[in-house]
C-alpha cells in the first residue's frame, strides 16, 4: 500500500450528522467536502429538506458502502394532518384539497393506521427523484406533468401514534429502505376519506446509527479537519454496523 493510500484509509470512515431543516443532503455533503478538503464524501439515504435528523455522511474509501448502508431499515419520528392534501405530500407543497377532519376519531386513525403494517406495495409521489425513462419524476412534476407510477414494495416494520390531536397525528415509524413516509401520511389520509399531509419528520435511526451519537452542522462548521476525522467512525469500525 502506497502512503496515499495509507493515508486515505485513514480518512475513510462515517461521521453521523444531525441535519437541520432547510438543509438539503447535498447541502451537508458539500459543505463537509468544502471545509475538510475531503476528495470523496457522499451520504446514505436522502432527507427532503424540511426533514431534520440522522444523516450518515462517508468519506473516502467508505463511500463504497454507500449502498450496504443506506439499504438498512430506518426509524422516523414525525407527524401529519388530517384534511390537507398538498400535490407534494408534505407540507412544502401547494395545497390541492381540503375537507373537515373534525369527525375523524382518535380510534379510527388508530385503525387506519394498523391496516398500513406489514408488507405493502407503495405508489412513489410525483414529487420524488425517482426516474421514469430517465427523467427525475420532480422535474415532470414541476412542468404540471403526471404519470403512472409502478408501484413498490416496501415494508413497514411497526408504526406507533404517539399522540393523536385532531388533525394532527404524531407517530414512529421503523420501515425498509425506499419507504416514503410522506406516502405512508397520505395513504392513511386517504383510506381515512379527508387526506393527510406531512408536516414534519425527523429520521431517528439508519441501521445500528442513532441520532443521538449525531453532531450538529454548527458543530461541525466550528471543526478543524483533525477534529472532523477525530469524530468519525474508521472504516475499520464499521463491520458491526453493516449486519
Do not use: N
Amino acid at each position: 500500500m502506497t502512503p496515499e493510500e495509507l493515508q486515505e484509509l485513514k480518512e475513510s470512515g462515517v461521521l453521523l450528522v444531525d441535519k437541520p431543516a432547510e438543509w438539503t443532503s447535498h447541502d451537508v455533503v458539500g459543505c463537509i467536502r468544502g471545509r475538510f478538503r475531503f476528495h470523496k464524501v457522499g451520504h446514505c439515504g436522502t432527507l427532503d429538506p424540511a426533514a431534520t435528523g440522522l444523516l450518515v455522511v462517508v468519506l473516502g474509501k467508505a463511500t463504497r458502502l454507500s449502498d450496504r448502508l443506506s439499504g438498512q431499515d430506518k426509524v422516523y419520528a414525525g407527524t401529519f394532518r388530517l384534511g390537507v392534501e398538498t400535490d407534494s405530500q408534505d407540507r412544502d407543497g401547494k395545497v390541492t384539497r381540503t375537507t373537515d377532519a373534525s369527525p375523524v376519531t382518535a380510534a379510527a386513525v388508530t385503525a387506519a393506521a394498523a391496516k398500513f403494517v406489514g408488507d405493502l406495495q407503495q405508489i412513489p409521489p410525483m414529487v420524488s427523484a425517482i426516474k421514469v425513462d430517465g427523467r427525475p419524476l420532480y422535474k415532470l412534476a414541476r412542468k404540471g406533468q403526471e404519470i403512472a407510477r409502478e408501484p413498490r414494495p416496501v415494508t413497514i416494520h411497526h408504526l406507533t401514534l404517539t399522540r393523536i390531536a385532531i388533525p394532527d397525528v404524531e407517530f414512529e415509524v421503523a420501515c425498509s429502505k425506499g419507504t416514503y413516509v410522506r406516502t405512508l401520511a397520505a395513504d392513511i389520509g386517504a383510506a381515512l376519506g379527508v387526506g393527510a399531509h406531512l408536516r414534519e419528520l425527523r429520521r431517528l435511526q439508519s441501521g445500528a446509527f442513532k441520532v443521538a451519537d449525531a453532531v450538529t452542522m454548527d458543530t461541525v462548521k466550528g471543526w478543524t479537519r483533525e477534529q472532523c476525522l477525530a469524530h468519525m467512525i474508521p472504516i475499520a469500525s464499521l463491520v458491526p454496523y453493516l449486519k
